[in-house]
């Protein structure tokens, strides 16, 4: 069939002649102590989740790196059907007595509403100023494997699939030079080749010894002398890892376009919720959307 342009321009409705769209409605704000239909009850205690989380002094912050805290991740590392839980954990300046260093810890779900802590048993009781964790197959076998970052050297842990892990972090070339506030990570796909890249989001560029502290500032909030930044501090850069396919990852973040501005701060990177919350497998072959917070 062969129209005139006549004739199709006789078919579309100007956009004037549509109806209009009804009103929405205006959502009024929750007014203090309305009920929410649903409540909450702590149960990390009774559940094994018994840890203590250390992240700077207890009573006082000098520097930024201390008011920050640590990341957590649900994840089926052991694929029984059943989420775990990766907690990170941090430090202190003053550090601890040999042995007596903080650790993150991995803890298995025992599918009766407790945990069990596999942290040794499973290899992954790092210890450091740790910050964010991400998980990705990045090798394919079928098992998520675990990423970690620190203020200082990152790590890498391979999935062995027995519910051990081993730190790939050197051979993978993603530790980083251990003088870089790495925050939020993100294992995408971004080349669509099958292979999950890692990116990785860097805070500000700290240095301990030269990193103004509050009496310096003075750094005030609202009248109170607090620990100094971000404003006014140099921002971090940061690194996008290629997979290459092979266990190991290239830095390409300049390549990609990624390392020209370094004037912000990231504290967080990640995918559209609807699809990053989707098995690897489902995510490495779409072409996403990436966001830096």
């Known amino acids: ?15 004037w002649s549509q109806p209009a769209l009804p009103a929405q409605p205006l959502v009024e704000p929750l007014k203090p102590g309305t009920p929410l239909g649903v409540s909450f009850l702590n149960v990390g205690r009774e559940s094994g989740l018994n840890v203590k989380t250390i992240f700077g002094g207890e009573h006082k912050n000098k520097y930024l790196l201390e008011t920050t805290g640590c990341g957590v991740a649900f994840y089926d590392y052991d694929n029984d059907g059943w989420l775990d839980i990766f907690l990170v954990n941090g430090s202190r300046l003053e550090g601890f007595p040999s042995g007596q260093a903080p650790t993150s810890h991995l803890f298995k779900n025992n599918r009766d509403g407790t945990f069990t802590d596999v942290t040794t048993r499973a290899g992954v009781g790092h210890s450091g100023w740790g910050q964010g ?20 050297k990152n790590v ?70 607090v620990a100094c930044g971000p404003p006014g ?11 290459n396919g092979d266990g190991t990852f290239t830095d390409v973040t300049f390549v990609a376009g990624l390392g020209v501005n370094t004037q912000y701060v990231q504290w967080a990177c990640g995918l559209p919720s609807a699809l990053s919350a989707q098995p690897a497998s489902m995510a490495m072959s779409t072409n996403l959307p990436f966001f830096l917070f």
């Open 233 to 243: 501090l140099n921002g971090g850069k940061n690194i996008l890892y290629h997979n």
């Open 133 to 152: 964790v991400c998980i990705g197959d990045y090798d394919n076998d079928g098992f998520d494997d675990l990423f970690v970052t620190y203020f200082g």
């Open 1 to 15: 069939m062969v129209f005139s342009l006549e004739s199709v321009l006789g078919l579309a409705r100007p956009l």
């Open 156 to 225: 890498l842990y391979h999935n062995n699939g027995d519910g051990t892990f081993a730190d790939v972090s050197e051979k993978a070339g993603v530790a980083g030079n251990g003088k870089r506030w790495n925050t939020g990570c993100a294992f995408v796909d971004y080349d669509r080749d099958g292979r999950l890249d890692l990116f990785v989001a860097n805070y500000i560029d700290l240095d301990l010894a030269t990193a103004p502290v509050p009496e310096s500032g003075p750094c005030l909030y609202k009248g109170v002398m």
